[in-house]
C-alpha cells in the first residue's frame, strides 16, 4: 500500500555533505515513523535515523550531530541531511516508513564516501 522511491546518493569526499530523500505514495495517511537505515557489506542494517509523526527524531550515536532527518509539509516525504561525511559512512541507505500493520522499505540508494 506505500511505495517508497530515494534520491540523493551518490560519491561524495570526506567531510562532504549530502542530502537523501524519499517520496512516499499510496496510503501515505497510514505512515506514521518514518526513518532511514544502512546496510554496509557484510553487515546488518541498522538504524540511522527516525522521525515520529509529531516530529519527534532519534539518531544512532555514530551519526548524532552530523546528520538531520526531517519530513515536508505534507508528512509523505522524509529527507536525511548528512553533513561532515567520513568514509566509514558508507553503506546503502534505505528509506523506511512505519504503519500500524507493517513497514515499508526503499529499494536502496548507494552512499560512498571516498578521496
Known amino acids: 500500500q506505500v511505495q517508497l522511491v530515494e534520491s540523493g546518493g551518490g560519491l561524495v569526499q570526506p567531510g562532504g555533505s549530502l542530502r537523501l530523500s524519499c517520496v512516499a505514495s499510496?496510503?501515505?495517511?497510514?505512515?506514521?515513523?518514518m526513518g532511514w537505515y544502512r546496510q554496509a557489506p557484510g553487515k546488518q542494517r541498522d538504524m540511522v535515523a527516525r522521525?515520529?509523526?509529531?516530529?519527534?527524531?532519534r539518531y544512532a550515536d555514530s551519526v548524532k550531530g552530523r546528520f538531520t532527518i526531517s519530513r515536508d509539509n505534507a508528512e509523505n516525504t522524509v529527507y536525511l541531511q548528512m553533513n561532515t561525511l567520513k568514509p566509514e559512512d558508507t553503506a546503502v541507505y534505505y528509506c523506511?516508513?512505519?504503519?500500524?500493520?507493517?513497514?515499508?522499505w526503499g529499494q536502496g540508494t548507494q552512499v560512498t564516501v571516498s578521496s
Open positions: 499510496g496510503s501515505v495517511s497510514s505512515i506514521n515513523t
Open positions: 522521525i515520529g509523526s509529531g516530529g519527534s527524531e
Open positions: 523506511n516508513a512505519g504503519t500500524r500493520l507493517t513497514i515499508y
